[in-house]
């Protein structure tokens, strides 16, 4: 699938919003988020994911926010839900996406704004490909292309 919009970082929405709209949750202290990262609950509070979804995983982050001198909750952020109808494109770190990492889980990349095609989830929070796009645009906007797809949650398997 060949995108219409390529960003440097972040996971931008590519579906539109479901019905349930967005969540809004307070921001930790000293901290400054960026449109498209990766958000988890920490203590009750909104903070970037780092390189790992974990099961506090929340949402995406649909607006910039700098909370550097503020305490927390001093300021909120709207959230996009991680629901599987949201779908998100984000650009890939570390290693080009092919077609064979279709429908594979995976996992951040190096940070909160990226994914890594081979850091592949067997349980928890997941990004789900669905798609790539590694046009010449996609290449030249980020050399490892973009995965596009949702979020999932995979229970441990018995």
């Not at 931008?12 to 967005?22: A, H, P, R, T, V």
């Not at 509070?45 to 001093?74: H, K, M, P, V």
């Not at 790539?132 to 973009?146: H, L, P, R, T």
């Amino acid at each position: 699938m060949k995108l219409s919009h390529y960003q440097a970082e972040g996971f931008y929405l590519i579906s539109k919003l479901s019905e349930s709209g967005f969540k809004k949750k307070g921001v930790l202290t000293a901290i400054t988020i960026v449109k498209g990262d990766a958000m988890i609950d920490s203590g009750g509070y909104a903070t970037d994911a780092g390189a790992d979804l974990a099961a506090t995983f929340i949402g995406i982050a649909s607006e910039a926010i700098d909370n550097s001198a503020g305490a927390s909750g001093a300021k909120d952020v709207m959230l996009i839900p991680p629901f599987p109808q949201n779908k998100f494109s984000v650009p890939c770190d570390t290693l080009l996406i092919a077609q064979t990492d279709i429908n594979e889980l995976i996992d951040l990349g190096s940070d909160s704004s990226h994914v890594d095609p081979s850091d592949n989830v067997t349980t928890g929070w997941a990004f789900v490909i669905d798609d790539i796009d590694v046009s010449a645009e996609a290449i030249a906007a980020c050399a490892f292309g973009y995965a596009i797809g949702h979020f999932e949650m995979r229970a441990a398997q018995s």
